[in-house]
């Protein structure tokens, strides 16, 4: 089984390009020092490294100006291609992952980039991206998705995301609930599913045809997605990713032959939470063992690669330390 991290981020959701003018003079990503550090989780056993490019949309399009309107919180108009800048420290992560002996998953968006604009510090907009990434899935591929395949290869790209957890956005998915303004609320402003499918399906197909395998990281088992839809999808990689609640405790069978978890808490976690409880494991109790015996789970229910979540963000699912790399290296070298 192969193992993967999702880095995923040196800064979330900028680390490519230009930054956005108010976050300007952040230090630009040093790829050198992330390919010291692929290098050392390689030795490790890690085999894939996960990564982020648009994320929630913080950095798109910076570097250019189009003519987009806005209309109830999202951008009207047609995507425009990524800058030189941002092909050139794409080339970049590549280049370190292959010197790391990894591979790579670059995600390409996620659902965040669905919801409706939200203005962060300075003035920085996530979000509202919809119509433009979704009203011509051919479009978006031409201009925004084949320019980033020209300047990666194929041998050392694990699969092409299209997306993170597009079921948080879509009518008929699961409930999400998300924090704004220091408060949880229901996500409402959901997107229709027909277009979201045809996105999905459009751009695996066209990163196929590219020469590339497609994946989309799916929260769970997608059964808001049509039969046709799901064949498509299914040709590439597929990806569910698992967290137990008290309702979703037990990770299914793998679907396919070529099934992975794209992600699952490398954080022990808390016996009991809403969002990423403990697995319903007899090593699970232990520090020690709990994700040594989740790899060795994930490996009998038939899945062929399992990516943990994570070595950098910030939330209650990550932990990556000497405590969780020495049961990965347990896990390779048993």
Known sequence: ??????????????????????????????????????????????????????????????????????????????????????????????????????????????????????????????????????????????????????????????????????????????????????RWVRTRDRVERPGLEALLVGLSQRVADAGFTPTVGFARCPDWLTAGARRVVERGLWQIHHYPTPLLRTLPRAATPNAVVGEFASAQGPRFHLQHMRWPLPTDHDPNQYLRGRLEHIRDRGYVGAWLWSARAKDGASAWTETQRAQVRAFTTR
């Not at 991290?5 to 956005?20: N, Q």
């Not at 948080?168 to 303004?181: A, E, F, N, Q, S």
Request: charge should be neutral.
């Open 1 to 182: 089984m192969q193992l993967g991290l999702s880095v995923p981020w040196v800064s979330c959701g900028h680390d490519f390009g230009e930054k956005p003018p108010p976050w300007a003079g952040a230090r630009r990503t040093d790829f050198g020092e992330l390919e010291r550090d692929l290098s050392s989780w390689r030795a490790d056993g890690i085999q894939v490294a996960r990564f982020w490019l648009l994320a929630g949309g913080v950095n798109y399009p910076v570097g250019r100006a189009p003519t987009w309107k806005v209309h109830a919180g999202h951008f009207r108009g047609r995507p425009v291609p990524p800058t030189d800048a941002f092909l050139a420290d794409l080339a970049k992560l590549e280049t370190a992952c292959a010197n790391a002996g990894m591979q790579l998953v670059p995600s390409l968006v996620s659902f965040e980039a669905f919801f409706p604009m939200v203005v962060r510090s300075g003035g920085v907009i996530s979000g509202g991206l919809r119509h433009v990434l979704q009203s011509d899935p051919d479009e978006t591929f031409d201009t925004l998705v084949a320019p980033m395949l020209e300047v990666i290869r194929p041998k050392y790209v694990r699969a092409f995301e299209i997306c993170n957890e597009p079921d948080w956005i879509v009518k008929g998915g699961p409930l999400h609930v998300r924090r704004v303004g220091g």
